[in-house]
């Protein structure tokens, strides 16, 4: 089956970073957001990236202009209803991605696979909320989408052989690598990242040194690229918070359990960098 034209529900920071990679990579693109804010910010977003990847010399202006003629926006999920491919990236939430799936599913055509982006929930649930769970998988991208080249790839109990080669071929057509991952909590990467991310919170908890010398710490001492707690910030409060969630529930082992420290820090409404607080003050 051949994927010509995908729709991306959520127009955050994964939602319009895939939407950009795909319209980038030559397919048409609906970036669909239930909230008209959000919509307008992502696409925003897609263009200032593309203009400065044009001001970089990596792309021509040309390329900049065919990207944005096969982007297009839509707050109704009824606009999936000539799409090939479905990728879904709202909030880590079963019940709010259960929702989205199982009305998606009276919307998208017969042939349509639909795929999530979720970061650690169980695949083979989300595709129960559909009447085509053969037709339903993980794809897992990173954060920054247009730099990150990983993609976890899930395939949930049910998901076909046919449904999963797509999927991977599609990938290496984004110029993203795939790699196939078990349907377990927090796939790999975030079953091994996210615990040190909670680590890191828990030695800011007990006064062992400061948000700032612990990403100092990190990077000079273990060359990370950013500090744990700068990372927490990058992707969000909240989605850290869920996948903590995920896997102490999933693996029922205390080792999992969230940080205090950071479920007072969602409670406030300090997200990280999107809400413009979090460890760090952004302006
Ligand atoms: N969106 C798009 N492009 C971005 C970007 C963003 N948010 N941030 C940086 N970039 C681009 C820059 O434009 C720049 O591109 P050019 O080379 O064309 O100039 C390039 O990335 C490098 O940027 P900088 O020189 O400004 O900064 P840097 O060298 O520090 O790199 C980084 C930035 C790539 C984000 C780097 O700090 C990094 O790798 N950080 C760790 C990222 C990471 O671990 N991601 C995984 C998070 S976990 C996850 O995604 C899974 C989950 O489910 C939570
Ligand atoms: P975000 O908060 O930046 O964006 C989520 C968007 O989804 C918002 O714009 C919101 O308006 C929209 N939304 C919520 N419910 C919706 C619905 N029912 N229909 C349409 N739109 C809806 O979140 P994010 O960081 O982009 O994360 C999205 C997903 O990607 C989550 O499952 C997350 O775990 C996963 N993920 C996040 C990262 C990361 O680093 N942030 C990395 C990989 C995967």
Known sequence: MAIKKVMVIGAGQMGAGIAQVCAQSGFNVVLNDMN?????????NIEKLLTRAVEKERITNTDKTDTLNRLTSSTQLKDARDCDLVIEA????MDVKTKVFSEL????????????????????????ATNRPDQVIGMHFMNPVPVMKLVEII?????????????????NELSKTPVEVKDFPGFVSNRVLMPMINEAIYT??????????????????????????TLADFIGLDTCLYIMEVLHEGFGDS??????LLRQYVKAGWLGKKTGRGFYQYS
């Open 36 to 44: 008209e804010e959000a919509l307008q910010k992502g696409m925003k």
């Open 90 to 93: 709202v909030v880590e939430n």
């Open 105 to 128: 599913d009276g919307f998208a055509p017969k042939h349509a696979i639909l795929a999530s982006n979720t970061s650690s929930l169980p695949i083979t649930e989300i595709a129960a």
């Open 155 to 171: 395939r949930g109990l049910q998901t076909s052989d046919e449904t999963f080669n797509a999927i991977q071929t599609m990938t």
């Open 204 to 229: 800011v908890y007990e006064g062992v040194a400061s948000p700032e010398d612990i990403d100092t710490v990190m990077k000079l001492g273990t060359n990370h690229p950013m500090g744990p707690l």
């Open 255 to 260: 080792k999992y359990r969230p940080c205090p």
